[in-house]
T-cell receptor
Framework: GAVVSQHPSRVICKSGTSVKIECRSL??????MFWYRQFPKKSLMLMAT?????????EQGVEKDKFLINHASLTLSTLTVTSAHPEDSSFYIC????????????FGPGTRLTVL | GQNIDQPTEMTATEGAIVQINCTYQ??????LFWYQQHAGEAPTFLSY??LDGLEEKGRFSSFLSRSKGYSYLLLKELQMKDSASYLC??????????WGAGTKLIIKP
């Protein structure tokens, strides 16, 4: 149980384009989903927390207009990187929990974004 | 502030036992998670401790002492596939996980 999928696993795009990443909980209802970014050999950095049906809560320093998050259902959240630039190249990972605050976060396999 | 202290890197031998220590300081505490992360992959859940003591799960065990702000992950009968980073992640009063850079564990034959 507790499987989270993420799509695409890898994406290469040109600077200025937008990229959408999907995160799905396959066998449980994810009341809360989290979006992280991780640079090589660095710790996970929480970007935002989203609850189904409400606006995402962004961490300090994360531009909400650049990283659009939608959590439209209990099994799907999307992250759209708008007007991507080379510095946005990173490993983006989502996680999902069933909603009780101390519940375990289960991670998707991640999306490696390369912006040329 | 909130912080986590784990060794950056450890080396152990296949078949042996290794203990990865973690000390933490958080604003409030709602349990501590251990995750395994292989290079280039996302973290996978290993264990969760919220009460003091030892939780055993197969070859992996995790220990927590809340009064000391201390946890460890014990890996027995090490296998080559255990080579990975191990992330100690306490949960603060806002139920947010606090992440460090983890401990890179290298297993040698």
């Amino acid at each position: 149980g507790a499987v989270v999928s993420q799509h695409p696993s890898r994406v290469i795009c040109k600077s200025g384009t937008s990229v959408k990443i999907e995160c799905r909980s396959l066998d449980f209802q994810a009341t809360t989903m989290f979006w992280y970014r991780q640079f090589p050999k660095k710790s996970l950095m929480l970007m935002a927390t989203s609850n189904e049906g409400s606006k995402a809560t962004y961490e300090q320093g994360v531009e909400k207009d650049k990283f659009l998050i939608n959590h439209a259902s209990l099994t799907l959240s999307t992250l759209t990187v708008t007007s991507a630039h080379p510095e946005d190249s990173s490993f983006y990972i989502c996680s999902a929990s069933s909603g009780r605050e101390s519940d375990t976060q289960y991670f998707g396999p991640g999306t490696r974004l390369t912006v040329l | 502030g909130q912080n986590i202290d784990q060794p950056t890197e450890m080396t152990a031998t296949e078949g042996a036992i290794v203990q990865i220590n973690c000390t933490y300081q958080t604003s409030g505490f709602n349990g501590l998670f251990w995750y395994q992360q292989h290079a280039g992959e996302a973290p996978t859940f290993l264990s969760y401790n919220v009460l003091d003591g030892l939780e055993e799960k197969g070859r992996f065990s995790s220990f927590l002492s809340r009064s000391k702000g201390y946890s460890y992950l014990l890996l027995k009968e090490l296998q080559m596939k255990d080579s990975a980073s191990y992330l100690c992640a306490p949960m603060d009063s806002n139920y947010q996980l606090i992440w460090g850079a983890g401990t890179k564990l290298i297993i040698k034959p």
